[in-house]
């Protein structure tokens, strides 16, 4: 047996995020599907490092497979971007990895990063890949905002009411915001994030960019530990799954 890992991008439009459901499209159903379609006898598991929402994108998603058939990294990518087709999903790399490799418990930290494009002309070739905010944002105040969310701490108030992890104590690796042209970048990382915390984030900080709180306000809505303090939870388009660390 041999184990890969692989590095996946997709578009999120078309699915109702990466894990799979019974009756409608995701991601992993796409990958496993694609390894069915070459590895008829094998009924391969794809392993993800972490779950995305409907809607959300990724760039840099990390899964592996266990294969039973003696093959190697390039033969499994082509068969699978050859199997994965129509669907907006490709691997990037697969690489050999030691039984010992997890796509989820052995990563150390996950990258995110939230593109909103703030412009008043309406979205042509991003629409569904950017959150298009009219308003002007002040990006200065967004990042200064954002500091209040690094460390650990509990975030309920950024939870989804849903959200399945244990317990609602993160330690945010960094928050920070950018402006490149008319997008706005919103980049963070952790070893791991709750459900919606990255879209509960950004709602809040586009509510300071626009001037609807200060950014001190961000601290208090931390503490108050209830998601009903939410602002705002931004929608699935502009998040990207960026890159994971092992």
Not at 9 to 24: L, M, N, S, T, V
Not at 181 to 187: E, K, M, R, S
Request: proline share 5%.
């Amino acid at each position: 047996m041999q184990r890969f890992k692989l590095t996946i991008e997709y578009d999120g439009r078309p699915f109702a995020g990466w894990q799979r459901q019974k009756d409608i499209l995701t991601v992993q159903e796409v990958l496993e599907n694609a390894l069915s379609a070459f590895l008829p006898s094998e009924n391969a598991v794809v392993s993800g490092s972490g779950r995305t929402d409907a809607g959300v994108h990724a760039i840099g998603q990390v899964a592996h497979v266990d294969v039973m058939r003696d093959i190697g990294p390039d033969e499994l990518q082509g068969a699978l971007n050859y199997h994965c087709r129509p669907h907006p999903v490709s691997v990037l790399a697969v690489e050999p990895v030691d039984s010992e490799f997890h796509a989820r418990f052995s990563a150390v930290r996950r990258h995110y990063t939230y593109k909103i494009c703030n412009r008043r002309a309406p979205l042509t070739f991003h629409s569904g890949l950017e959150w298009h905010v009219k308003a002007p944002l002040d990006v200065e105040k967004m990042d200064k905002a954002a500091q209040y969310l690094v460390g650990q701490h509990d975030f309920t108030s950024f939870r989804h009411i849903h959200c399945q992890a244990q317990s609602p104590i993160k330690t945010v690796d960094y928050v920070k915001v950018e402006r490149t042209g008319d997008v706005v970048l919103i980049h963070a990382g952790a070893r791991s994030f709750l459900h919606h915390q990255i879209r509960s984030f950004t709602g809040t900080l586009q509510q300071v960019g626009i001037g609807k709180l200060q950014p001190n306000a961000v601290k208090d809505v931390l503490e108050a530990c209830d998601r009903s303090a939410l602002p705002l939870n931004a929608p699935p388009d502009g998040l990207y799954f960026r890159s994971v660390e092992y």
